[in-house]
């Protein structure tokens, strides 16, 4: 079965300093994305950041990155000089259908990262 | 241009009666899917629809649930004799299918509370 797993519960980071969110995947598919999503307080679900399983560049969105192992099934997001806005919950999330066919998004419990002024 | 839009934004009800919640997704998105949050359960998929072909219900946790998506546009989630543990956030998503992604986006959610 397909899962998503984030370790973490919860973070903290001070400001502008970088932090790493961990997000573990189980599947044995060999098409799938990966994603990273953002929920403040508000509740709005905010995109960050897609990884295809057949990209061979970790993929880069500003201050976000995504560090991709494959071969540990691990999809992290790296937060570069973080900032007071960046605290929120943080959801890593699973397609099964790369490539434009789609699938609906397994969800990891989640990661509430707080950054320290 | 206009993201996902959902209605009510709030919607309190009371055990046993009906509700529906209404998406709208980004025009010209062909995929559209619902999902419900809630604190037990993390976020879960409910129901999906792409373009003209039958919708995947496999998420849908009881035959008292149930969605429809008018004209390819406006999809509305149906939820009949409320219980108390169908209070959540329900979140609606849409997509444009490419090769390179899927991304979804997210609307602001629907959160229901059942007395």
Same mark, same amino acid.
């Given at each position: ?33 990966? !994603? ?10 905010? !995109? ?19 560090? !991709? ?37 397994? !969800? ?10 | ?109 629907t959160r229901l509370t059942v007395l």
């Amino acid at each position: 079965a397909q899962k998503i797993t984030q370790t973490q519960p919860g973070m903290f980071v001070q400001e502008k300093e970088a932090v790493t969110l961990d997000c573990t995947y189980d599947t044995s598919d060999q098409s799938y994305g990966l !994603f990273w999503y953002k929920q403040p307080s508000s509740g709005e679900m905010i !995109f960050l950041i897609y990884q295809g399983s057949y990209d061979e560049q970790n993929a880069t969105e500003g201050r976000y990155s995504l560090n !991709f192992q494959k071969a540990r099934k691990s999809a992290n997001l790296v937060i570069s000089a973080s900032q007071l806005g960046d605290s929120a919950m943080y959801f890593c999330a699973m397609s099964l259908n790369y490539g434009g066919s789609q699938g609906n998004l397994i !969800f990891g419990k989640g990661t509430k990262l707080s950054v320290k002024p | 241009g206009a993201g996902v839009s959902q209605s009510p934004s709030n919607k309190v009800t009371e055990k046993g009666k009906d509700v529906e919640l209404r998406c709208d997704p980004i025009s010209g998105h062909t995929a559209l899917y619902w999902y419900r949050q809630s604190l037990g359960q993390g976020l879960e998929f409910l129901i999906y629809f792409q373009g003209n072909s039958a919708p995947d219900k496999s998420g849908l946790p009881s035959d008292r649930f149930s969605a429809e998506r008018t004209g390819g546009s406006v999809s509305t989630l149906t939820i009949q004799r409320t219980q108390q543990e169908d209070s959540a956030v329900y979140l609606c998503a849409s997509s444009l299918p490419e090769r390179a992604t899927d991304t979804q986006y997210f609307g602001p959610g629907t959160r229901l509370t059942v007395l």
